[in-house]
């Protein structure tokens, strides 16, 4: 279909099967490409008919995120660090996206915050919370993953039945 569509072979001569279009033409289709993330496997995908396709929202699907909301309260998403990036897609901007969907009430723990990010994840989630209370080695964070998670969600669930818990829009 690339080549159908004129994306292939475009410095070739007519005569030869390509498009004779001169040097020009073929960086603005590279650049265009760029623009549009349309290179490497990716692009040769496309061509062959797939679609970009959040893998965030791949797995949602298969796990059955919606399905799993209907009907909640209340839902815990997180990553490793949260920043400017985790509402580009990343698997916690899907799960508040459907928990907004839903109507539940979506929070993010993750093991580090950017307080430079914070304005824009406060719009989207229903309060943002570091895994550790203070300032802890990389290593002393992975071997106390468990009770680090465990004590944080515990404080996360007094904070909202302290607050009348959780109420669907």
């Known amino acids: 279909k690339a080549g159908e569509n004129g994306f292939l ?3 070739i001569p007519e005569e030869s099967g390509g498009i004779g279009a001169d040097r020009r033409y073929s960086i603005i289709l590279m650049e265009e490409q760029y623009r549009l993330n349309l290179t490497g496997l990716g692009f040769a995908l496309q061509m062959l008919g797939a679609r970009p396709t959040s893998g965030a929202e791949v797995v949602a699907d298969l796990i059955g995120l919606d399905d799993a909301l209907r009907g909640a309260h209340w839902a815990i998403t997180g990553e490793g660090r949260s920043d400017a990036q985790t509402l580009d897609g990343k698997a916690p901007s899907v799960v508040a996206a459907r928990g907004a969907r839903a109507r539940v009430p979506v929070s993010l723990l993750s093991g580090a915050l950017d307080a430079a990010a914070l304005p824009g994840l406060h719009r989207v989630f229903a309060g943002c919370f570091a895994l550790a209370d203070r300032p802890m080695p990389l290593a002393e964070c992975l071997a106390g993953a468990a009770d680090l ?5 515990e404080a996360m669930a007094r904070l909202a039945d302290a607050g009348g818990g959780f109420r669907r829009a």
Do not use: K, N, T
């Not at 998670?149 to 969600?153: E, G, I």
């Open 9 to 11: 072979c475009v410095a």
């Open 149 to 153: 998670v465990a004590d944080r969600v």
